[in-house]
C-alpha cells in the first residue's frame, strides 16, 4: 500500500488544543463552565453534582465555574490552583481544554497548561481593563510561542455593554501582545455569567458583528503544513524481532515531531552523524511511501547503523547541528531553587543526558518585562535564563522554530522529581525586537 501527502484526511487535523488564562476573579472558570455547558458538552450526573454542590453554598442557580473547579480547595476559596483539563466537542472540531490558574504563585502551572496550546483564551474584566496580571499571561503566551490568542473582555453585563469600554481595553492588550511578538489576537465581548457571546450571540451587544467565543474556536485554523517543518524523528524503540518470519528485519519505531519523511530520503542519525537512506517506513503494520507528523511509523534504514533510543533521524540536507552547551529561557517548576553548579539531568525528546547549571544569566519579571543580572538562583514560578553544558551532544533546535525538539526538562537525578521546563533560543518573537525593547534578556 503507497499513501500521499495529499491523501491527509481532514478529520484527522479537527482537534484544537486551547488554554485558558485570566487574573483573580475575572470569571475564567464561569467561562469555562458557560462554554460546556452551552455546547450541551456535560453530562447529567456532573451537572447534578454541580447544582447540588452550588444549593449547599446558599447560591439560587447552578455555579458553573464548580464545572472546572474540581479541587476542594479551589471550591472553597473560589480560585483555580491546579491545571483542570476538559475533553469536548462539537460537530466542527474536538478540543483539548487547560484550565490554567491565574495567579503569580502559579505560572508554572500556566506555563505546563499553555506549553502544547495551540490558542490561548486570555479573560479581562471589563471594569479592570488590562492589569498586571493580564500582561503577565500575555508574556507568558508568548514566550511559549502560542501562535493564537483570544482576548475575551468578561462582565460587559456590569458596564452597560459599553462598546467604547470594549474598544479602548482591546486597543491596549493587542498593542501590547504585538510589542511581544504575538501574531494573532482576536478580541471578543463576552459575559459568562449572563452567556452573552460564548456559545450564542448576544442580542445585547448588537454593534459587535465578530464570532462568539465557540464560533472563533471551532472555525480558528491551527492545521499546519507538515511539509514546512524540517523533518525530525527521535527513535523510542529498535523493533529487532530475529524471528524465522522477519530474520533480518531491523526498524526503529517513534512519532514524527515535525515535517514528513519519504522513502528513499537520504537521513542523518544524530548525535553520531552517520548517514543512510530510508529503505522503508511501516505504519500501522504496512508499508507506505510517505509519513508525516504527528503520525507514528517504523523507519527502515538501508544500512545497519548503530541506532538506539535518544537518537534523532532528521534528513540530511536540513540535519539541527549538535551542541553541548545549550542557552535557554526556563520556568522552573520545583520547590527546590536551581542555582548554578546544580547538577540535573537534561531529558529532550527521548533522549536523557546528564548536565550542568553553569550560568544564570538572567531573570524575567513578568509584571513590565525587566530582568534582574545574575539572580544567583531561580525560585518556583521565576523565568529566567540558562546556560548549560551536557555530557553529550543534544540536536536541539530553537524553540522558535519547533516547539517538540526545541523544548526539554531538567530532571533532578536524586528523586527524578521534575525541576524547569525549559525553551531553546531567545524568549520572544522577532516583532519583539523591532520595538527597541530588550525582549532577549
Same mark, same amino acid.
Request: proline fraction near 3%; avoid cysteine.
Given at each position: 500500500m503507497t499513501t500521499t501527502i495529499d491523501a491527509v484526511d481532514a478529520s484527522a487535523t479537527s482537534l484544537l488544543r486551547f488554554a485558558t488564562a485570566g487574573s483573580v476573579d475575572d470569571g475564567k472558570s464561569t467561562l469555562v463552565g458557560r462554554l460546556l455547558h452551552d455546547s450541551k458538552s456535560v453530562l447529567?450526573?456532573?451537572? %447534578?453534582?454541580?447544582?447540588?454542590?452550588?444549593?449547599?453554598?446558599?447560591?439560587?442557580?447552578?455555579?458553573?465555574?464548580?464545572? $472546572?473547579? *474540581?479541587?476542594? !480547595?479551589?471550591?472553597?476559596?473560589? =480560585? $483555580? &490552583?491546579?491545571?483542570?483539563?476538559?475533553? #469536548?466537542?462539537? *460537530?466542527?472540531?474536538?478540543? =483539548?481544554? !487547560?484550565?490554567?490558574?491565574?495567579?503569580?504563585?502559579?505560572?508554572?502551572?500556566?506555563?505546563?497548561?499553555?506549553?502544547? !496550546?495551540?490558542? %490561548?483564551?486570555?479573560?479581562?474584566?471589563?471594569?479592570?481593563?488590562?492589569?498586571?496580571?493580564?500582561?503577565?499571561h500575555a508574556a507568558v503566551a508568548a514566550l511559549l510561542r502560542v501562535p493564537h490568542v483570544v482576548l475575551a473582555v468578561n462582565k460587559m453585563d456590569l458596564v452597560d455593554y459599553a462598546e467604547p469600554v470594549f474598544a479602548a &481595553?482591546?486597543?491596549? #492588550?493587542?498593542?501590547?501582545?504585538?510589542?511581544?511578538?504575538v501574531p494573532d489576537v482576536t478580541a471578543i465581548p463576552v459575559s459568562a455569567l449572563a452567556g452573552d457571546n460564548v456559545v450564542t450571540p448576544s442580542a445585547r451587544m448588537d454593534w459587535y458583528g465578530g464570532p462568539t467565543v465557540l464560533e472563533h474556536l471551532e472555525t480558528v485554523p491551527v492545521v499546519a503544513d507538515p511539509t514546512l517543518a524540517a523533518a525530525r524523528f527521535p527513535v523510542q524503540y529498535v523493533i529487532r524481532p530475529q524471528s524465522a518470519e522477519h530474520p533480518d528485519y531491523r526498524g526503529y519505531a517513534g512519532q514524527i515531531a515535525s515535517g514528513v519523511l519519504r522513502v528513499g530520503e537520504p537521513v542523518t542519525v544524530l548525535p553520531s552523524g552517520r548517514t543512510s537512506? =530510508?529503505?522503508? &517506513?511501516?505504519?500501522? *503494520?504496512?508499508? +507506505?511511501?510517505?509519513?508525516?507528523?504527528?503520525?507514528?511509523? /517504523?523507519?527502515?534504514?538501508?544500512?545497519?547503523?548503530? +541506532?538506539?533510543?535518544?537518537?534523532l533521524i532528521a534528513p540530511a540536507a536540513a540535519a539541527p547541528a549538535t551542541t553541548r552547551d545549550v542557552e535557554a529561557t526556563v520556568c522552573h517548576l520545583a520547590d527546590r531553587p536551581l542555582r548554578v553548579g546544580d547538577r540535573v539531568?537534561?531529558?529532550?525528546t527521548t533522549r536523557t543526558v546528564k548536565a550542568i547549571v553553569k550560568d544564570l544569566p538572567s531573570r524575567l519579571g513578568l509584571d513590565d518585562l525587566s530582568h534582574t543580572a545574575a539572580p544567583g538562583e531561580l525560585a518556583a514560578n521565576d523565568i529566567g535564563r540558562v546556560v548549560l553544558r551536557t555530557s553529550e551532544p543534544l540536536a536541539l533546535d530553537a524553540y522558535a522554530d519547533s516547539r517538540h525538539t526545541g523544548s526539554f526538562l531538567l530532571i533532578?537525578?536524586?528523586?527524578?522529581? /521534575?525541576? $524547569?521546563? @525549559?525553551?531553546?533560543?531567545? %524568549? #520572544?518573537?522577532?516583532?519583539? @525586537?523591532?520595538?527597541? !525593547?530588550?525582549?532577549? #534578556?
Open positions: 447529567a450526573d456532573q451537572l %447534578a453534582a454541580v447544582e447540588h454542590a452550588s444549593r449547599s453554598r446558599g447560591a439560587t442557580a447552578p455555579d458553573l465555574a464548580l464545572l $472546572t473547579d *474540581g479541587l476542594r !480547595a479551589e471550591r472553597e476559596q473560589g =480560585i $483555580t &490552583i491546579d491545571v483542570a483539563y476538559r475533553y #469536548f466537542a462539537t *460537530g466542527r472540531r474536538r478540543f =483539548i481544554l !487547560a484550565d490554567t490558574p491565574g495567579h503569580v504563585q502559579y505560572t508554572r502551572n500556566m506555563v505546563t497548561g499553555a506549553s502544547t !496550546a495551540e490558542l %490561548a483564551l486570555v479573560l479581562v474584566d471589563a471594569r479592570n481593563g488590562v492589569v498586571e496580571q493580564t500582561r503577565r &481595553i482591546a486597543e491596549e #492588550f493587542t498593542a501590547y501582545a504585538a510589542s511581544l511578538g537512506v =530510508i529503505a522503508g &517506513i511501516d505504519a500501522l *503494520g504496512a508499508p +507506505v511511501d510517505v509519513a508525516w507528523a504527528p503520525q507514528s511509523v /517504523t523507519l527502515r534504514l538501508a544500512d545497519d547503523l548503530d +541506532v538506539s533510543r535518544g537518537d539531568l537534561l531529558k529532550h533532578d537525578p536524586a528523586d527524578g522529581t /521534575t525541576l $524547569t521546563a @525549559g525553551m531553546a533560543g531567545t %524568549a #520572544f518573537g522577532a516583532t519583539a @525586537g523591532d520595538t527597541g !525593547a530588550e525582549w532577549d #534578556f
